[in-house]
Structure formats: C-alpha cells, structure tokens
C-alpha cells in the first residue's frame, strides 16, 4: 500500500493524472521507441502501437492500479496484474527493462503536466509506478521460476511438423522441439508466443493459444489471419504465419504461459467462446475427454458461419465424447446447414445454467463485455466469471 505521506497526495492528484494518463502515454511511447529503437522493432507490437490501443490499455492499467491504492488500499486488481504478467512473461520481458519504461514514462508526466507536478507530486507516482512495477516483476519472476528458465530466457526453436487449413483464413500448426526433446508440458487454456522475422528486419511477436490437451507428442497452435474491413490481410505477423510457413521450417517460441486455465474439481463449466476464441476451449475440453470427465459442461460458440467456424467438427466430437457436456452455436450467417445452430449472437438466456457454475470467455472484447453481463444478469457470481483476450487488454480490472 501507499505511504502515509504519498497516499493523500495521489488522491488529490488522481483526478488530474487520470485526466491526462492518455496524452501522457501518447507522449511517453514516442518518446521511448526514439531512445530504444529496438524494443518497438523486436518487442512491441507495431499494429496496436498503430492503431493506439496499446497506449489505451497502458493508461488504464495504471490509472486501475493507482484507483485501488487509494480507493480500496488492502486489495490489488489481482486479475488485470496476472494477465500483465502472463503477457509479459511470454515476451520475456526482464526487470531492467520497468527501468526504461519508468525514465520516458516520467518524462512524460512532467512534459504534460508541467509544473503541477513537484517533488511531492513525483515522488508520490513514482511510489505508485514503483509498488505497481515490482508487484509485477515478483509476479514474472516467479513464472519464470515455475516455467524453470532464467529471466527472459523463455524462447526455444520449435520445428513445424505439420500444416492444416482449418479455414479460407485459420490454419492450425503442430510443432515439435527441434532439439528433438518432449515439448514442455502445460496447463489447458495457456497460450505461447512465436516470433516473426518479418521481410524489413522486424522481430514480431504474437501469442496463440494451444489448442490441444497437454499429453499430445507435439504442441499446437491455430493463427487465424487477421482481415480489414476491405477483406485484405491486415495482421503482419499472421499473413507471414500463413504465407511463408510450411512443414519442415523452424520458428522461435516461447514457454506456455496464460493464467485462463482448467480448474480443478467437479463443478459446472461454461466455456464460452467467439471466432478463434475457441482455441483454449479446444484444450481444455481435450483434456476433459482424455481424462474421462464427468462433470457438467455448456460449450457455447459464436462465429460469422460455419465455414468460418476453425475446428467445427474437433469441437463437435470433443463434447459429444464428454458424457455432461451439452454443445450451443450460434452464426451469423448460413446457421441451417448445421443441425441445432441458431441464428444471430450468443444468448446466455437460451442456455439452462446450473448453481455453482464457472464460466470461461474468450473471444474479442465486445463479445466478453455482452456474454459477462448477460451471466452477471442470470445470477452468476463476478468472481466466478474469468476471461482471456486476443491483444491489449482494454478492459482492465473490470473483474
């Protein structure tokens, strides 16, 4: 928590420093990237720097994390802190580098807010940067622990046994190590990030889930190329997964990391999914059938049509071979040509959910925020419902 001499001074200044955490952090990434060309080049992805919401997601982490310093001083947004470590881990960000980001990032500050901002002010922020930074570097090195490597020693080369096209824009790849060792296990749900050497030098990195139980020989992830609204490739990393990367080529991927992961017990389950959101559904529901569970499970998925759905039939089969699990699509489009589907967007209502239920959500944004309001509606406890989300989070601590 805050010190006694920082705490009122953070809660006079939040007003404005929240006011202002967009510009500053609009200030703060330019600012950075000319000091450290290398980390937007090799680290950072470039089209949420773009397309600004990085520096949305950044501003609401910090301004979350400083709201419950003040507000609700013996609690940390224990939820968003574990999803920032997960992501970071799997980048194999190190502690040295909250130093770099700590020098342009009060450098901005102090561009933005002149001279409102004094010794008390900076050191009040700085307490705040410092507590909300080392919370996260304990969290990351503890992964890395876990994980049994070094910090930010999470890559390896893993060689690409095998290519399916799942869809016109989904294309699913196992991989193997390439030092021909057994793939690190995992807990169903995680996700691992793979690096892009991209034709101007570029190392990009994205994560994909795995989309197979823990136990298989081999790992496997499912890229789906990411499209404008004008229909042409817009993701970079994804159209060079799918464009250049065939059997036999080597890519450089990091340990499994993700904390939306199976739980144990017998309880109810709802894994919820939309478009390529399904995929730590898949493995989760692979290790139920392999395990041979018994316990309740509602499997829901939205998708555009069932010739955009990526693993249609892998999902049917799975549930069906789990003697409590129960199957709900929904398509957009074209949902006659599969027996059961209905029309349009995910209803939770037409769903019967069981007491004690735990729900899992993946998918984009605007589909959590509807499918966990809609559950919050039916009587499912906050607590109960966990989600993951493909790129920054721009939902922060709304757990």
Excluded at 367 to 379: D, F, I, P, T
């Amino acid at each position: 928590m805050l010190s006694e001499q920082s705490l009122p001074v953070v809660r006079a200044t939040l007003p404005v420093v929240g006011g202002a955490i967009g510009e500053i952090t609009e200030r703060f990434y330019p600012r950075m990237f000319a000091a450290h060309p290398e980390l937007l080049r090799d680290l950072f992805n470039r089209g949420h720097q773009a397309d600004g919401t990085q520096k949305q997601a950044l501003a609401g982490s910090i301004a979350t994390f400083a709201t419950f310093l003040v507000e609700r001083p013996d609690e940390r947004p224990d939820a968003m802190m574990a999803r920032i470590a997960h992501k970071h881990a799997s980048l194999g960000v190190t502690s040295e580098q909250y130093k770099i980001v700590h020098e342009h990032l009060f450098a901005a500050i102090v561009e933005v807010l002149g001279e409102a901002v004094t010794p008390e002010v900076a050191a009040a922020w700085d307490e705040v940067y410092w507590l909300m930074a080392n919370a996260l570097i304990a969290a990351e090195a503890q992964l890395y622990q876990e994980s049994g490597v070094a910090e930010g020693e999470v890559w390896r080369d893993m060689v690409v046994s095998g290519r399916h096209a799942e869809t016109p824009d989904a294309v699913s790849l196992t991989l193997r190590r390439a030092d021909g060792g057994p793939v690190e296990p995992f807990l169903p749900g995680q996700y691992v990030s793979v690096q892009a050497t991209l034709p101007d030098g570029a190392r990009q990195i994205r994560q994909y889930s795995l989309s197979q139980a823990p136990g298989h020989p081999e790992w496997r992830i499912t890229v789906k190329r990411l499209r404008g609204e004008d229909a042409r490739p817009q993701g970079e990393v994804s159209s060079w997964l799918h464009e250049n990367v065939r059997p036999g080529d080597t890519l450089t991927v990091s340990a499994p990391f993700g904390g939306l992961t199976l739980p144990e017990g017998e309880g109810p389950l709802l894994l919820a999914s939309a478009g390529i959101g399904a995929t730590p559904m898949l493995a989760m529901l692979d290790h139920l059938a392999a395990t041979g569970s018994t316990r309740p499970v509602l499997v829901a998925h939205a998708d555009r049509t069932p010739a955009d759905h990526a693993h249609r039939a892998e999902l049917t089969r799975l549930t069906s071979e789990l003697p409590g699990a129960s199957l709900h699509l929904w398509y957009e489009d074209a949902h006659a040509s599969v027996p059961g589907a209905r029309a349009g967007r995910t209803d939770v209502a037409a769903l019967d959910l069981p007491p004690g239920l735990t729900a899992y959500l993946c998918g984009p944004l605007p589909y959590l925020k509807s499918v966990r309001g809609a559950l919050l509606e039916q009587g499912v406890a906050p607590a109960a419902i966990h989600y993951e989300v493909f790129g920054p989070d721009l939902w922060l601590g709304r757990d």
